[in-house]
């Protein structure tokens, strides 16, 4: 019962000293095209929803003037501009077809300065073609908002095959390092799987389910909610600090009871807020959710941990997806992209299981606190993130 009441103080105060941080981010496609001393730019800047929700920009009308003041050009003067702002599905799209008067003839400069007075580590993911030629992928930062675009030939850079792998291995490198809910899911395999083969297995399942959900994604073959993803991706955080608990705290009918007057509350909260729209997802999580711990409690087969983490897997994958369709991909480098970006988010995730090991080995060397301790508290945070996670994202 302390456990339940430990649960209970976690939940209710440590959201308050964290962020439902999904990485800031925003993406665009260019395609310029250079006649004499004319340009014309047509381009689409693409932002989710949750992330406009956490700058305060979730307003239609305003963030249609907020971007056009964002994003100018210099040493070009704005001869036509047509501006068309988008909403679908948890995602706003901003197009902005311009023809502009070159005042330099050899380069003109895309300034961006969107979201980053709101978020200094916010990031944007730029993909340029010029005069039908792929111009090598650019990453704005608050530290560096302006791209030159030479108006020569012969200094646009050539992408080579490497270059390519490289900078999509480094998004998705950079993605895993900052995305901190697949960080804690991960956290959380380590905690469930004790001995070095259960993790291996764990591991393994996890990235099996999210390279083929990824896939599907970024091929275009499924296109999820991308909300609804985003929410189940907190609650299968949430789920497996609740196996952790109910395992090793022999309470597992009062964690049950939890369980059902958490969805009972949730389902109808959703209901009444958001009506019919998704309500048959969320049925069915609360039944894979029940159904999930009744079978982890009698269950000790490593066939059953590979299909469940398979099975999660599938989700985080169609996050990752979810992020990379809306950067795009390069036609002709296409697969050499997808599996750069793959083996950059795997190599990333390899990193941070070593340092959580090699963290919980150094608590224990020192003997700070003991094995019992420091995952139950671990635990309980899952618990108390996944659900903070899991409502916002949900709402």
Not at 362 to 388: D, R
């Amino acid at each position: 019962m302390k456990s339940l009441k430990r649960l209970v103080v976690f939940f209710l105060f440590l959201p308050l000293f964290i962020s439902s941080h999904q990485r800031s981010e925003s993406y665009s496609n260019w395609n310029i095209e250079i006649t004499d001393e004319v340009i014309k730019v047509q381009s689409t800047l693409s932002v989710r929803e949750s992330v406009l929700i956490n700058l305060n920009l979730d307003d239609f009308s305003s963030l249609e003037n907020y971007l056009i003041n964002s994003i100018y050009f210099s040493n070009c003067n704005i001869d036509d501009s047509v501006t068309k702002l988008t909403y679908r599905e948890g995602l706003y799209k901003f197009s902005i077809n311009q023809e502009c008067l070159l005042l330099d003839e050899n380069s003109f400069h895309i300034n961006n300065d969107a979201f980053f007075d709101l978020d200094t580590t916010h990031s944007h993911i730029a993909k340029i073609k010029i005069d039908g030629k792929s111009f090598p992928e650019k990453i704005f930062l608050n530290s560096d908002r302006v791209l030159e675009v030479s108006l020569k030939s012969s200094d646009i850079p050539e992408k080579s095959l490497l270059s390519s792998f490289l900078s999509y291995f480094s998004l998705g490198l950079d993605h895993i390092s900052t995305g901190f809910d697949h960080l804690a899911f991960l956290l959380g395999l380590l905690l469930i799987s004790h001995r070095f083969k259960n993790i291996l297995i764990a591991i393994t399942g996890f990235t099996l389910g999210h390279t083929l959900s990824f896939c599907l994604a970024v091929l275009g073959l499924i296109s999820p909610a991308s909300s609804f993803v985003e929410a189940t991706i907190g609650f299968s955080i949430f789920i497996l600090g609740i196996e952790y608990l109910s395992k090793n705290k022999k309470i597992f009918n009062q964690y049950l009871f939890f369980m059902l007057i958490f969805w009972a509350l949730f389902l109808l909260c959703f209901y009444y807020i958001n009506g019919s729209y998704l309500i048959y997802g969320y049925f069915g999580l609360m039944i894979f959710s029940f159904s999930y711990l009744a079978l982890s409690k009698n269950s000790k087969s490593l066939s059953f941990s590979l299909l469940i983490t398979s099975l999660f897997g599938l989700v985080h994958g169609f996050g990752f997806g979810g992020y990379l369709s809306e950067v795009g991909l390069p036609d002709n480098v296409l697969y050499l992209a997808l599996i750069g970006f793959n083996l950059g988010v795997e190599f990333g995730q390899i990193i941070a299981a070593l340092i959580f090991l090699f963290l919980l080995y150094l608590n224990k060397s020192l003997n700070l606190l003991s094995k019992n301790i420091i995952e139950s508290l671990i635990a309980i945070s899952l618990v108390s993130v996944g659900i903070f996670w899991f409502i916002q994202r949900s709402f």
